[in-house]
């Protein structure tokens, strides 16, 4: 069975840039959630896709966007890049639209200087 | 909306001691309250989840608590072991995010040997 993967592991953006990160979910996931861990806190959420559609956001302006494709793989997005948006991104794929439980990959860490 | 309130923000132990900590939530709603292990560099593990049906689960060393009453939930790790040494993070669904998992800000779990 294939865990989450995220590419790239690592990533370096000026202020101002966009950027976009990638996931694969878990074998047999078909939901795709978007976090973000700032560094010595929780993840927060930012948004959640299933069947290609999003479904549910937390509270994060509209430059942070984001696709699922057929395939149940996912991008995010990140428009006109600020300094507090460097973080860890996680990636957490799941069963369905119930409380199954979320699978993280490793992340994605982004530093905008 | 919901918030989670997790502590001790750090705990060390003795090697073979009994680990516990908790959180609290505030959304009565929440129905779902898992448990995540995060280890230097990697994404956040589940390692135990409880449902708001239950009172206790356990598994090997690992065992939840839920209060729903006073809503709040524990993790009990006993026998600790050096490689339990990470961060623990709680979590309870939110249904201001469409049910989604709002985090607690972490605890630092160290294992002395």
């Known amino acids: 069975e294939t865990g989450v993967t995220q590419s790239p592991t690592h990533l370096i953006k000026t202020r101002g840039q966009q950027v976009t990160l990638r996931c694969s979910s878990q074998?047999?996931?078909?939901?795709v959630s978007w976090y973000q861990q700032a560094l010595g806190q929780g993840p927060q959420f930012i948004f959640q896709?299933?069947?290609?559609?999003?479904?549910g956001r937390g509270n994060f302006p509209p430059r942070f966007s984001g696709l699922q494709f057929p395939n149940y793989s996912s991008e995010l997005n990140v428009n006109a890049l600020e300094l507090d948006d460097s973080a860890l991104y996680l990636c957490?794929?799941?069963?369905?639209?119930?409380?199954?439980?979320?699978?993280f990959g490793n992340g994605t860490r982004l530093t905008v200087t | 909306g919901e918030n989670v309130e997790q502590h001790p923000s750090t705990l060390s132990v003795q090697e073979g001691d009994s680990a516990v900590i908790k959180c609290t939530y505030s959304?009565?709603?929440?129905?779902?309250f898992p448990w995540y292990k995060q280890e230097l560099g990697k994404g956040p593990q589940l390692i135990i989840d409880?449902?708001?049906?239950?009172g206790e689960k356990k598994d090997q060393r690992i065992a939840v608590t839920l209060n729903k009453t006073a809503k709040h939930f524990s993790l009990h790790i006993t026998e600790t072991q050096p490689e339990d040494s990470a961060v623990y993070f709680c979590?309870?669904?939110?249904?201001?995010?469409?049910?989604?998992?709002?985090f607690g800000a972490g605890t630092i779990l160290r294992v002395k040997s």
């Open positions: 959304d009565s709603a929440s129905n779902y």
């Open positions: 409880i449902r708001s049906n239950v």
């Open positions: 896709y299933y069947r290609e559609e999003e479904n």
């Open positions: 957490a794929s799941s069963r369905g639209l119930s409380n199954s439980p979320l699978h």
């Open positions: 979590a309870a669904t939110s249904m201001e995010y469409g049910n989604k998992l709002v």
């Open positions: 074998s047999g996931h078909n939901t």
